[in-house]
């Protein structure tokens, strides 16, 4: 597996669980702020989540 949750643009480490927090963190603020596509969360979200299950993930919920 790799440490990275976005390997090619080498993007989001995720080598250890605090990494992986901010990840999720930094992933949720990119994708509001046009930096990275919806797609590319949904991808973080899900490797942090298959490394790390006793993260607790919340749902991203759609703007209105």
Known sequence: MS?????????????TKQRAISAVAYSKKGAREGTITTQERDIVLRKVHEKYPSINITPVRKRR
């Open 3 to 15: 440490k990275y949750a976005l390997p090619r643009k080498k993007k989001f480490p995720i080598d």
